[in-house]
């Protein structure tokens, strides 16, 4: 029983253009969200997180949107630029317990 | 330039064998973290510890898995008998206790034959 999300295997965004990346998750326990970046032969990095007290968190050309009802969180990148090209990993946990992680989203810029 | 350090990078065995990984976190992290990544199943966390105690180990399979840290330096993830099913990526992470924004490495990619 997967608790997070990322149906979408693979995204294709040209350059310059806005990526949207979607997580959904199950567990209605979870207060806190990650979204950790991942290029091939690399572990992941962080990237940015946001709160359940928050629905909006943004990092210069990182904003993530929780929407709580719903049980989504989304990742939005603009403008979206080359060196964003790597899979993208959605990540909860609740009260600072393990972190469950998502498939994970490949995102792929083109020029 | 402060890293997590995994070994080796690449291991190729046969079924039967024992594997061992190693992991050298983030000087002054307390927390460190075993993480297996297939492509079915994303990351799983396999086991965590903080100051060097097994706080949690409940994802991996205790038959053939065990995690130790003999000391602050180094972590372990050893795998007795290998099987195929065991082929993934495997990566150390270490932290502050936290278990967010944690600091990868750059994992062991390990195939069962």
């Known amino acids: 029983d997967q608790q997070v999300k990322q149906n979408s295997p693979s995204l294709s965004v040209q350059e310059g253009r806005i990526s949207i990346l979607n997580c959904d998750y199950t567990n209605s326990m979870f207060d806190y969200f990650l979204w950790y970046k991942k290029y091939p032969a690399e572990g992941p990095t962080f990237l940015i997180s946001?709160?359940?007290i928050k629905d909006k968190n943004e990092d210069g050309r990182f904003t993530v949107f929780l929407n709580k009802s719903a049980k989504h969180l989304s990742l939005h990148i603009v403008p979206s630029q080359p060196g964003d090209s790597a899979v993208y990993f959605c990540a909860a946990s609740a009260s600072n317990y393990q972190l469950i992680w998502g498939a994970g989203t490949k995102l792929i810029i083109k020029p | 330039d402060a890293r997590v350090t995994q070994t080796p990078r690449d291991k190729v065995t046969e079924m039967g064998q024992e594997v061992t990984m190693r992991c050298q976190p983030i000087?002054?992290?307390?927390?460190v973290f075993w993480y297996r990544q297939t492509m079915m199943q994303g990351l799983e966390l396999l086991a965590y510890f903080r100051n060097r105690a097994p706080l949690d180990d409940s994802g991996m399979p205790k038959d053939r898995f065990s995690a130790e840290m003999p000391d602050a330096t180094l972590a372990t993830l050893k795998i007795q008998p290998s099987e195929p099913r065991d082929s993934a990526v495997y990566f150390c992470?270490?932290?502050?206790?936290?278990?967010?924004?944690?600091?990868f490495g750059q994992g062991t990619r390990l195939t069962v034959v």
């Open positions: 992470a270490s932290g502050f206790g936290s278990l967010t924004e944690a600091f």
């Open positions: 946001i709160s359940s």
């Open positions: 000087l002054g992290h307390n927390t």
